[in-house]
């Protein structure tokens, strides 16, 4: 099994369940609060990990005890965490509110996210070498991901780009990308065209080739994902259950995605792994919480 490089962020998430999101100006109490590790580099990271994959994650955390907790968990499932950084910054912290529909909403304070630095990646060049793959998000500094992205290119490394949380993303960046998987609002907002359903989708994923990128999976929740890449475009039907917080889903996503990739599997096959796999995280509360391993979606 070839290894990989997941680079980005790591948070200690605060989530309140609640019956309903709170408007403005509102206070809503009878809350029941979760303490858990998140962080999209984070649950990426360990979801890989629990679907088997070879993982080295780089990421930045405080040295505090939230750095701690984060760090004794990689470890716990098996993550190669002898490239992350420690800073005076304390670690990054995500509120979440999630309601009775598993509808949520987030704000994160990045702390010492912000403290991961483009030389850091080229100190962690050598780490790098022989990795097959390389995944990264947008909870970091872009110029952390624009370097991550370009070194893995020049090292043979395919890079899988999850662009989220949605932001300016550098056109010359395209080109360097193997796998990009954009949600439908992603999608959108990369390319200008609505996506709202399978043919909005294809037209989104054909902008994203036309700006370089050589493979695109676009998520729909319900709806499935669709699969572009040149050998076809298919799409694979959402496996049906009752979910109660889809945080992290997505990442559960891209983590079981390129865990089945760095097994040989091909994109269409991954894709259904990485589906069955998000579907039982939409399950059970919490970001890395909700993470399945390798022997329950076998199961499925």
């Given amino acids: 099994m070839k290894k990989i490089i997941v680079v980005g ?3 200690v998430d605060l989530t309140a369940r609640v019956k309903r999101l709170p408007r403005p100006g509102e206070t809503i109490g009878g809350a029941t609060l979760l303490r858990a590790n998140g962080g999209k580099g984070a649950n990426q990271a360990v979801a890989a990990a629990r679907m088997g994959a070879n993982v080295m994650f780089l990421t930045c955390l405080g040295n505090d005890a939230s750095g701690e907790m984060l760090a004794t968990q990689f470890a716990a499932d098996g993550i190669d965490t002898s490239c992350i950084k420690l800073s005076a910054t304390p670690t990054g912290t995500a509120l979440i509110f999630v309601d009775d529909n598993a509808e949520n909403c987030i704000a994160v304070a990045p702390g010492s996210n912000n403290d991961l630095l483009p030389s850091d990646i080229d100190a962690a060049c050598r780490c790098m070498e022989g990795a097959e793959y390389l995944l990264v998000q947008l ?16 090292l043979g ?4 780009l999850n662009p989220a ?13 193997w796998l990009i998987t954009p949600n439908q609002t992603e999608a959108e907002q990369l390319t200008g065209i609505h996506v709202d359903g399978e043919d909005s989708a294809r037209k989104a994923a054909e902008a994203l080739f036309a700006k370089g ?21 298919e799409l694979v039907p959402a496996r049906k259950v ?3 917080d889809t945080t992290g889903a997505g990442d559960v996503y891209n983590g079981a995605l390129v ?14 792994l990485a589906t069955i796999a998000s579907s039982v995280a939409v399950t059970r509360m919490g970001a890395q919480t909700s993470a399945p391993y390798r022997n329950e979606v076998d199961n499925l």
């Avoid at 949380?165 to 990308?177: A, N, Q, R």
């Fill in 242 to 244: 009752q979910a109660i």
């Fill in 259 to 272: 865990a089945a990739l760095s097994e040989g599997k091909s994109l269409l096959e991954s894709a259904r």
């Fill in 9 to 11: 962020s790591s948070n």
């Fill in 139 to 154: 909870e970091i500094p872009m110029p952390t991901v624009v370097r991550s992205v370009e070194l893995a290119d020049s």
């Fill in 165 to 177: 949380p949605m932001g300016p993303v550098p056109e010359e960046l395209f080109s360097h990308i």
């Fill in 157 to 160: 490394i395919k890079t899988i």
């Fill in 213 to 233: 990128v050589k493979n695109v999976i676009i998520t729909m929740g319900c709806h499935g994902s669709l699969i572009c890449s040149p050998e076809g475009v």
